[in-house]
Each structure stands twice: as C-alpha cells, then as structure tokens.
C-alpha cells in the first residue's frame, strides 16, 4: 500500500484566477464585470467594480457616488459576503509595508496586502507575523474583517495583532482607529466589511523566527485525551481527524534554531476521488470497510518534519477546491462537539472523505470575533468538494454546532439569522449600532450583511 504523509490528503494550491484580466491600475473606473469567490460557491453580476489607487481616489469615489458598495479581498470566503447588484471594490494596489518600527516591531501596511506576500517582506526587516491561518492568499483586511485565525492556544485571531486601522466610511469620511476609541476599535478589528473600507493597518509582529513543523498519524481518543496538555506544550497544534476512522493526522509546530530542512513531498490526492483511491477504497463501501482500511492505512502514515523560517511553514497550498464550514466551541466541549460529528457522519453514512480540522484559538475582545471571551475556544471544520453539493452535509452537522453554543465563522458557510446571532455574540446589537452610526443608509449592506443586520 502507497505511504502516506499527512499533506496527501490536505495539502492543495490557491491559484484562483478571480477576476480575469479587466483591472485597470491606478483607475477607479467603474468597469462591468462578473465575480466568483475562490470555491466557486458564490457569485454575482455587479453592476461595475472600482480599482481604487489611491485613498485620495477612494474618498473621492465615495463622496460623489451613490448606491450599493462591497469591498472585495482576494475571494476566500466561502459565505455570501460579497455578492452585490451594486459595486465591488478591490484595493489590490494599496498594499506592501508603509511604514515600520524596528523597537515595537510593528508595521503599517496597505490593507490589501497579501498575507502571503508580507512574508518575505518582514523577514527582509526582521519581522515576523505572529501566526498565519491555513492559507496565506487572503488580504490583510479581508483576513480581520471575518476574523480569520491560525491555531495556538495562546494565540489570538489576527485581527487581535491589529493595533490601528484606517476606515473609509460609505460617505468617504476617513477614521484612524486604535484601542484609545473603545467601542469602535472592538468592533472595527472584526467589522465583516460593513463599517467602512479599510485601507491601512498597523501590525503587531515579532523578530523573524524559525519553525519546527511534525506531522504525524495518532488515534483520535489517545490525542483527545491529552489534547489540553499538547495545546499547551506546543506552540501550535491541530489535529485533521479522518472520517470513518479511528485516526487524525496531527500537526505540532514549535520555534527552533534548527538549521532550515526540506522534506520531501509526495504526490498530493486532496480532494474526495483522490483520497479514496489513496485509501484504497473500492466503489460503495460499508461504513465499517472504510474504517477498517482508513485504519490500516492511517496507520502506515510515516512521521514528517520539517524546518524553516515561520511563514513558509505556518500556511499551506489547498489544490483542489472545496466549501467549508467552521465554528467555534467553548474548548472544554470541543472534544465531546468533535466525537458527536464523526458519530454523526458515521452512523447516517455521510458520503464525504474530508477530513475534519480541530484546533484551540486563544480567547480576545473583538466583538464579532468567534473566539469572543476570556476563554480558549475550539474551532471545527467540514469541508466539501467543491463540485459537489455540501447543503445536505452541512445540513446534518450545523445543529450539533449549535447544540454546543458554537458561533460561526463569518468566512465560512452557517445558516444562522440575525435572531441568534445576538444569542451568541454579547455585543452584537452594539456593532449593529455602530454599523447603523457609520453607515445610515446600508449603502455597504448586501443581501446577506441585511438579513444578519435587520439592515
Ligand atoms: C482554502 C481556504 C483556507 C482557509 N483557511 C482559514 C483558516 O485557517 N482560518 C480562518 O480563520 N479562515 C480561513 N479561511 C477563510 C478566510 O481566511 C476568510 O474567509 C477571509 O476573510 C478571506 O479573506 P479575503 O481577502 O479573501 O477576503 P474576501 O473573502 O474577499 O472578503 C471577506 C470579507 O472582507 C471584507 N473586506 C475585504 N476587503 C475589505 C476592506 N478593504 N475593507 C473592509 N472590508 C473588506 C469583504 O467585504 C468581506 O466581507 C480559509 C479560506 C479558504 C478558501
């Protein structure tokens, strides 16, 4: 039977031509177009689509236009928050680093910066981000506005290493915000881009580190069991639990003064099709067939390790295109949440190869932020191939989310309405009022922020 590495079933590549070739650089211009997020799974015919420039340019495009606006990252979200009969609103060209600070270690960046691309950037000046999340191909701004994170347990979501940002509100006004506004810089680190259009920010990292990255195949209960101590003993670690099985792939990462080493990868099966054959799973088979040879192929899974500097190890390349679900949980519930699915996927003979993806986030105070508290929480993810149709999957597990009080993730597909989600979120109708103060005429509402909003 082939050897196996975790990155066989997970790893794949972010190449998503999003947008075509009509950008126009350093143009406002108003220009028709079609839009799809990277899976696929959302679409629209905007009436036109903005480059902006320049923030002179963005003020301007603001304060002598009317009617409905979206600001767009590069498309990685899975939920509708972008789709619009209005105008989108890309900020591609404000982006790379303004500014930085070799004492504080922070940097002012243009909001549409890559993350991918602020890498080798930092390291040019000895900087490094603080964590990543799975991909890096998300903008800064679109990665804070749904409250994008990585995994650790003492670390918090990205929008926590916001210190300032600067909104462009719906009628072109321009606010620098930072912790001394109180209740605006609560909910503006995680604004799901209905207070305005952020255009810079200014980033908490650390010195350039290097990373110590072991993946290796575990029983899920013998890691469930110790899952608080190896959270805590490790700088980062997550466990893929594998469906219809007994095993996760499991991740630690830990900073090193190891010389830098590559390890070699094998060809990647990611999606669906690709895992079953790597299974060696015949057409239709029982429940109890697939745990049996995903047992003993999990099994034959080899350690692997590798070392290099932080943001070259901390976010991966998705090949094939999925949708995805993920909530968070209390983490003192995430294993019981955890079991509930796999249960759940194995007894109703849930069609789906994806393995789950379970991780720790420290608690902050950003009001729309998931992992809200002063607690850690637990995020769990399903995914779907994206060609195939994930409502009925995701229709079955959503409620064993909420049976748990998990809160979703603004990026990711939930069904939850606005009823509650002021359940989940303390402060959600104070962000609604703030939304409301910024913004009267929902001019940055879609159809879906409208709905969330009672916009
Ligand atoms: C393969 C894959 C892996 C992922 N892994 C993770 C992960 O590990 N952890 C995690 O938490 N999430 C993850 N995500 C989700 C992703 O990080 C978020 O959905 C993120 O918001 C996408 O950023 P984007 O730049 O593509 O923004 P978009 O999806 O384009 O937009 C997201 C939101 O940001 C708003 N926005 C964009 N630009 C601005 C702006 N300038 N001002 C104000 N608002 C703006 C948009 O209006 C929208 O509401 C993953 C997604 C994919 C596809």
Same mark, same amino acid.
């Given at each position: 039977?082939?050897?196996?590495?975790?990155?066989?079933?997970?790893?794949?590549?972010?190449?998503?031509?999003?947008?075509?070739?009509?950008?126009?650089?350093?143009?406002?211009?108003?220009?028709?177009?079609?839009?799809?997020?990277?899976?696929?799974?959302?679409?629209?015919?905007?009436?036109?689509?903005?480059?902006?420039?320049?923030?002179?340019?963005?003020?301007?495009?603001?304060?002598?236009?009317?009617?409905?606006?979206?600001?767009?990252?590069?498309?990685?979200?899975?939920?509708?928050?972008?789709?619009?009969?209005?105008?989108?609103?890309?900020?591609?060209?404000?982006?790379?680093?303004?500014?930085?600070?070799?004492?504080?270690?922070?940097?002012?960046?243009?909001?549409?910066?890559?993350?991918?691309?602020?890498?080798?950037?930092?390291?040019?000046?000895?900087?490094?981000?603080?964590?990543?999340?799975?991909?890096?191909?998300?903008?800064?701004?679109?990665?804070?506005?749904?409250?994008?994170?990585?995994?650790?347990?003492?670390?918090?979501?990205?929008?926590?290493?916001?210190?300032?940002?600067?909104?462009?509100?719906?009628?072109?006004?321009?606010?620098?915000?930072?912790?001394?506004?109180?209740?605006?810089?609560?909910?503006?680190?995680?604004?799901?881009?209905?207070?305005?259009?952020?255009?810079?920010?200014?980033?908490?990292?650390?010195?350039?580190?290097?990373?110590?990255?072991?993946?290796?195949?575990?029983?899920?209960?013998?890691?469930?069991?110790?899952?608080?101590?190896?959270?805590?003993?490790?700088?980062?670690?997550?466990?893929?639990?594998?469906?219809?099985?007994?095993?996760?792939?499991? /991740? =630690?990462?830990?900073?090193? *003064?190891? $010389?830098?080493?590559? #390890?070699?990868?094998?060809?990647?099966? @990611?999606? &669906?099709?690709?895992?079953?054959?790597?299974?060696?799973?015949?057409?239709?088979?029982?429940?109890?067939?697939?745990?049996?040879?995903?047992?003993?192929?999990?099994?034959?899974?080899?350690?692997?390790?590798?070392?290099?500097?932080?943001?070259?190890?901390?976010?991966?390349?998705?090949?094939?295109?999925?949708?995805?679900?993920?909530?968070?949980?209390?983490?003192?519930?995430?294993?019981?949440?955890?079991?509930?699915?796999?249960?759940?996927?194995?007894?109703?003979?849930?069609?789906?190869?994806?393995?789950?993806?379970?991780?720790?986030?420290?608690?902050?105070?950003?009001? /729309? =932020?998931?992992?809200?508290? *002063?607690? $850690?929480?637990?995020? #769990?993810?399903?995914?779907?191939?994206? @060609?195939? &149709?994930?409502?009925?999957?995701?229709?079955?597990?959503?409620?064993?989310?909420?049976?748990?009080?998990?809160?979703?993730?603004?990026?990711?597909?939930?069904?939850?309405?606005?009823?509650?989600?002021?359940?989940?979120?303390?402060?959600?109708?104070?962000?609604?009022?703030?939304?409301?103060?910024?913004?009267?005429?929902?001019?940055?509402?879609?159809?879906?922020?409208?709905?969330?909003?009672?916009?």
């Amino acid at each position: 039977m082939k050897q196996l590495s975790r990155r066989s079933f997970l790893a794949s590549s972010v190449k998503a031509v999003l947008f075509g070739a009509y950008a126009v650089k350093g143009s406002a211009f108003a220009q028709s177009t079609s839009w799809s997020n990277w899976s696929g799974g959302q679409t629209c015919q905007p009436a036109g689509r903005y480059d902006i420039g320049s923030e002179e340019e963005l003020t301007s495009l603001l304060r002598n236009t009317l009617g409905p606006i979206r600001p767009i990252g590069s498309g990685h979200s899975f939920s509708p928050l972008v789709p619009t009969d209005g105008h989108l609103v890309v900020i591609d060209q404000l982006s790379g680093i303004l500014d930085s600070d070799p004492d504080t270690m922070q940097v002012t960046l243009g909001a549409g910066s890559r993350l991918g691309d602020l890498g080798p950037q930092l390291d040019a000046i000895g900087q490094g981000m603080i964590n990543l999340p799975d991909i890096d191909r998300q903008t800064v701004a679109g990665a804070i506005a749904t409250g994008t994170h990585g995994t650790g347990v003492t670390l918090q979501a990205l929008s926590s290493f916001i210190t300032s940002l600067r909104l462009v509100t719906s009628t072109g006004s321009v606010m620098d915000i930072d912790a001394t506004d109180g209740d605006l810089f609560h909910a503006a680190r995680v604004n799901v881009g209905a207070l305005g259009i952020v255009t810079q920010v200014k980033m908490q990292n650390r010195e350039a580190y290097k990373l110590k990255k072991r993946e290796w195949a575990a029983p899920t209960e013998d890691i469930l069991a110790n899952f608080d101590e190896l959270a805590a003993s490790h700088r980062h670690f997550e466990i893929f639990p594998l469906v219809y099985s007994d095993y996760s792939l499991v /991740l =630690s990462i830990d900073e090193t *003064d190891e $010389p830098i080493g590559q #390890i070699d990868l094998q060809p990647e099966p @990611s999606d &669906d099709a690709s895992i079953a054959e790597s299974l060696g799973l015949t057409s239709n088979p029982t429940p109890a067939e697939r745990r049996r040879i995903s047992n003993a192929t999990a099994s034959r899974i080899q350690a692997t390790e590798a070392v290099d500097v932080s943001y070259k190890l901390l976010s991966n390349v998705r090949n094939s295109r999925f949708n995805e679900m993920e909530y968070s949980v209390p983490a003192e519930v995430g294993a019981e949440c955890l079991r509930e699915i796999l249960r759940t996927i194995y007894e109703q003979e849930i069609d789906v190869l994806f393995p789950l993806e379970y991780r720790y986030v420290s608690g902050d105070d950003n009001w /729309l =932020s998931m992992s809200y508290g *002063d607690h $850690p929480h637990a995020t #769990i993810s399903i995914h779907r191939t994206a @060609s195939e &149709d994930y409502r009925p999957y995701f229709d079955i597990i959503e409620p064993i989310f909420w049976k748990y009080g998990g809160r979703p993730h603004w990026g990711k597909v939930h069904s939850l309405t606005h009823r509650e989600l002021t359940q989940l979120y303390p402060h959600f109708k104070d962000f609604m009022e703030i939304r409301r103060s910024l913004d009267p005429q929902g001019r940055m509402l879609n159809p879906h922020l409208r709905a969330l909003f009672n916009g």
